[in-house]
């Protein structure tokens, strides 16, 4: 066994020592606390909105240290063998989950048992709670309280235009100060990172370093409490549960196959900063870049240690190589990377990977040089971002087959007339634009109109869509559909002549493009929401329709994607990806298109009521018998 330092034991010592004695039996379920506010809210009773509030956010935080405590107290009682004999490590299991289920119900009395839903959840992650807290806190006259929710609920939420100018009136108001905007979700190790850099690029050197070398302290202990929290239940995402009859030790290998999944995703959160979709690339080897500068103004020793370990993630960096040379030069000795980086490197080399870049930059934004898998073998890649000259853009073939493509085609040309009624398109006279959603579909295969082989391959298509993007572009939580549309656009006969208009005009997908100003506003109409798009083709067999990105100017093609049968073009929804489609001038061009979002909030009515379709079909077919089901009243 390794028995190198471990910053994970080391963490873990912190952790456990910290307040374990406290008692939280009579901690009150943070749900209800939230639902009490809301109320208290509606009803203008602002003390109150303020007392229930403050106390779910002070329960939502108690219940993830226990978890994290507890957690940490049993994995160290009941450590996996490594020779993973199967009685001794299924008896482990048992015992560490024993040891958990016990250890928090102490601590946490009868909310161990509470199930919070998923919708709460998400409020709590996305910071809803500090919404209504500066609005009460306004109400009750406490400025420099209401100034401290209203940031903390915007570093989130940066998209919210009404948040985003009522800091600028606190900002205004007598008696709120600076020191008052403060985000008071902010996790250690980023807000001392932050502070770090702030003071490096000030000139003070000195306390820059103890705020890095405290940010890496953090690091690594949040770290360990992340990988924690992915000890529990796991979500199997696309199993079905009345088809899935496996062993006990088949069981034990999925769900410990989702919790290295969860593990792995550790490193990439640790690097988000909330409000943004991507995280900083290169983070953990920036503390020791800074720190080699830092500690270069006097103390050569540590920064010569620093210049070492910044190059475990960097082997044969020019630069840092050079500068090493001159450490060692200059010191007459050599010396060793830090070993809590080598012990974390070692231990965590391909999460890394996928957040290191190729060269010394500080403070470099984020940029793709990594991509995810593609999950199906027949894809392939066409073009990455960089071929198509922009950023969060990808270009794929094979997505479906030549048969598919066929039967979806189709199935739209059946739908035609239902949906849009054959009507002219919303953006130009010289072109029909028809189309049908999935529940539109679905709703025709009950009723015998079209057969609900297709309207399920309609369904599984958009599925299998989504998942490549989610996959390729490395998001780390669940995207979920927006909208979803089989649309063909046909051009008019005898209207063609000396064409100067788009299919669709330049535009981006959640913002509003104004060329002029050489800006995208991020406010309504446009879907604010939406984060990803994709465009996928069932055919090529048609004259013009090419999918053109263009400059903010909307003039400006920096790309541009000549559509076919299993082509898929991907992007990010904002205004980095203007785009439009020219015009078909002769024949029919048809695809599936597809809109996304990170916020659950926003997902898709007619989907989620086409999931509980499909959830019948397939109850339908594992139980071999008929549902009593009238499909008008489902749909």
Partial sequence: ??????????????????????????????????????????????????????????????????????RLTCQDQHPFDETFMDLRFSDAVLQRAACMNRCIEEKLGSQSVHKVSEDVLQDFHRRIPYNYLQLAYQKLKQPDKAAAAAHTYFQANPEHVEMGQNL??????????????????????????????????????????????????????????????????QRFEGYDYLRYRYSLYEVISDHFTQ?????????????????????????LPLHYDYLQFAYFQGELEEALQCALTYLLFHEGEESLMDNVDYYREELGHDSKPREEAAWYLRRHKQELELLLIGSKTMGVEFTEGVRGPLVYDSVQLV?????????????????????ECSDLRHLAVTMAGDGY?????????????????????????????VPMRSARLFYDISERARRIIESYFLLNSTLHFSYTHLVCRTAITGQQDHRNDLSHPIHADNCLLDPDANECWKEPP????????????????????????????????????????GRMVGFSSGGENPHGVKAVTSGQRCAVALWFTLDPLFRELERLQADEVIQALDTQSVWGQGLNINPKDEL
Avoid at 196 to 217: M, Q, R
């Fill in 1 to 70: 066994m390794d028995t190198n330092f471990s910053p994970a034991a080391i963490s873990s010592v912190v952790l456990l020592a910290a307040a374990l004695s406290t008692s939280t039996a009579f901690l009150e379920p943070y749900d209800l606390l939230y639902d009490n506010a809301v109320q208290a809210f509606y009803n203008s009773d602002y003390h109150n909105v303020v007392r229930y509030m403050e106390g779910a956010l002070s329960s939502y935080a108690e219940v993830r240290r226990t978890r994290v405590r507890c």
């Fill in 168 to 233: 600028e009136q606190y900002k205004d108001l007598q008696g709120v100060m600076e020191e008052h905007f403060v985000d008071r979700e902010a996790r250690p190790h980023q807000r001392s990172f932050a502070a770090a850099v702030k003071l490096y690029n000030s000139g003070d050197y000195e306390a820059a370093i103890g705020l890095f070398e405290e940010a890496l302290t953090e690091y690594y202990k949040a770290d360990v409490e992340c990988r924690a929290l992915c000890h529990w239940p």
């Fill in 259 to 283: 919790v290295l999944h969860c593990e792995h995703e550790c490193v990439r959160d640790l690097a988000n900063r909330p409000g943004r979709l991507s995280p900083m690339e290169n983070y």
């Fill in 383 to 403: 073009q990455n971002s960089a071929a198509l000259n922009g950023t969060q853009r990808v270009l794929l073939d094979h997505v479906m087959s030549e048969e």
């Fill in 421 to 449: 009624r054959g009507r002219m398109s919303p953006h130009t006279p010289n072109e029909k634009f028809e189309g049908a959603t999935v529940l539109k579909t679905l709703q025709h295969g009950f009723e015998g109109r």
């Fill in 526 to 565: 446009a879907y604010t929401y939406r984060d990803y798009s994709a465009l996928l083709y069932l055919n090529g067999d048609f004259e013009g329709g090419e999918f053109i990105f263009t400059e903010m100017d909307a003039k400006t093609v920096t790309a541009s994607v000549k559509p076919r049968c």
